[in-house]
């Protein structure tokens, strides 16, 4: 497999390192290393990181913006309607698809770990099959979870336990749930009640979209803390969205999230499309709808960042970005404290390497050489410029490189480079 120095690193800790990567390992990372043997990569002083971590999309519906028709209200339920007719006769190969090409996007911006929701309760099994087939297909490239999502519910659809039994037994990593979209309490109840039974028959991680609406009783979470602790599934569910607990009153919030916190849970916050979605009917003042990203994170819970839907029936926008996310999050969230940028950045990585089960994560010597390059000299500057990852490294192979955009400005006879970054002259 051969040897790859590269020199001239920046670590997140502020440190300068060369890393020699030997046979797919960090071999060695010390001040200077010299290699006669290896093919070098001088980085020039960029921020070299673990890959970004994608936890939360929903790859069967991404790219089909507009088909069959644009949500027009841009509402969650419309999106939900246009995705009914969307599936209808979809094929596989179109799946595969637009799937490949998001997950490309993805490397290309520096991710290298991504976890998809898929449609399980698709009665023809189409999305399932294509998903799966895809993360076969592009393991060179990323590794890929794929949750068996019951996006018509498990007891609102006909054949909902199983159909998403099924897309389990087919090769889901993950079991996924819809408890608030249920038609009763009592429902959203035997909908988490038959997540965890799978969970512990199939010893699957779960992953369930939590009270993704603005009801203040919709406290479907509080379920998922109890029964984590009570089957000892500690550090194994995530909870994506709970969009829900910005509107409770803090009393209950408060009791909510040391719950949350015992039982170890992952929260996915998602900020494109809940910025967009929640609270939208609210008139104004308009609630923000999202979740308590900075009490959470205070409590000491692993909190992550998704970009969930990309250019689909609930977000027409988005092209794969986990620091475009992290961007925007400090802005919606509230996140822009100078100690809460490391946060954030903690969210598109470790935290979210946490949430996937990711063993030998991270650039330290034995593990696997699995790192990106950015066109930026902090974290800080990576986030606030959505930095561009110039080499994508993967088991110690480059699979991505990007050359950055070139901008010259001309005042009368002088001209010279413009590359937005802070430089030691700006006092
Ligand atoms: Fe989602």
């Given at each position: ?345 903690d969210m598109i990585t470790v935290n979210s390497a946490k949430t996937m089960c990711i063993e030998d994560y991270g650039i330290k010597e034995g593990n696997t050489a699995n790192m990106v390059v950015l066109d930026a000299n902090s974290e800080f500057d990576a986030i606030r410029l959505i930095a561009e990852a110039l080499f994508v490294i993967r088991k110690g192979q480059i699979i991505s490189r990007t050359v950055p955009a070139v901008r010259e400005i001309t ?17």
């Amino acid at each position: 497999m051969g040897k790859l120095l590269v020199k001239n690193c920046l670590l997140r800790d502020g440190s300068k390192k060369d890393i020699l990567i030997e046979d797919g390992i960090f071999k060695h990372i010390s001040d200077t290393i010299i290699d006669v043997d290896a093919k070098i990569v001088d980085v020039e002083g960029n921020l070299v990181t673990p890959p970004f971590c994608d936890v939360h999309l929903h790859l069967d519906a991404a790219l089909s913006v507009g088909k069959p028709r644009y949500n027009m209200d841009g509402t969650l339920i419309e999106g939900i309607k246009i995705w009914g007719e969307r599936k209808k006769g979809l094929s596989k190969e179109i799946v595969k698809k637009n799937a490949i090409d998001v997950i490309e996007w993805e490397v290309a911006n520096g991710s290298m770990f991504l976890r998809t929701h898929v449609d399980a309760t698709d009665i023809t099994g189409v999305v399932v099959d294509a998903l799966l087939e895809v993360k076969d297909e592009v393991k060179d490239i990323a590794d890929l979870q794929v949750v068996a999502f019951p996006q018509d519910c498990i007891y609102t659809s006909p054949d909902g336990e199983r159909l998403v039994e099924e897309a389990i037994r087919k090769g889901c990593d993950v079991v996924g749930g819809l408890p608030y979209m249920e038609f009763c309490p009592i429902d959203g109840y035997n909908d988490l009640k038959f997540v965890f039974d799978m969970a512990e028959k199939y010893g699957c991680l779960v992953d369930v979209h939590c009270d993704e609406n603005t009801d203040d009783q919709s406290r479907y979470i509080e379920y998922m803390a109890r029964e984590t602790i009570v089957r000892g599934l500690e550090g194994r569910v995530t909870a994506s969205h709970a969009t829900a607990m910005h509107n409770y009153n803090n009393d209950f919030a408060g009791k909510l999230i040391g719950n949350i916190k015992r039982a170890e849970m992952n929260i996915v916050t998602n900020p494109f499309a809940n910025s967009c979605l929640q609270n939208r009917t609210d008139g104004y003042p308009r609630r923000r709808g999202h979740t308590r990203v900075d009490e959470l994170v205070a409590a000491g819970v692993n909190v992550c960042i998704g970009s969930d839907d990309i250019m689909d029936p609930w977000y027409p926008m988005g092209k794969g970005s986990p620091l475009a996310g992290a961007n925007l999050l400090a802005n919606y969230a509230q996140l822009s404290g100078y100690s809460q940028v490391p946060q954030l950045f903690d969210m598109i990585t470790v935290n979210s390497a946490k949430t996937m089960c990711i063993e030998d994560y991270g650039i330290k010597e034995g593990n696997t050489a699995n790192m990106v390059v950015l066109d930026a000299n902090s974290e800080f500057d990576a986030i606030r410029l959505i930095a561009e990852a110039l080499f994508v490294i993967r088991k110690g192979q480059i699979i991505s490189r990007t050359v950055p955009a070139v901008r010259e400005i001309t005042i009368g006879e002088e001209r010279h480079k413009i590359d937005f970054k802070l430089k030691e002259d700006n006092l």
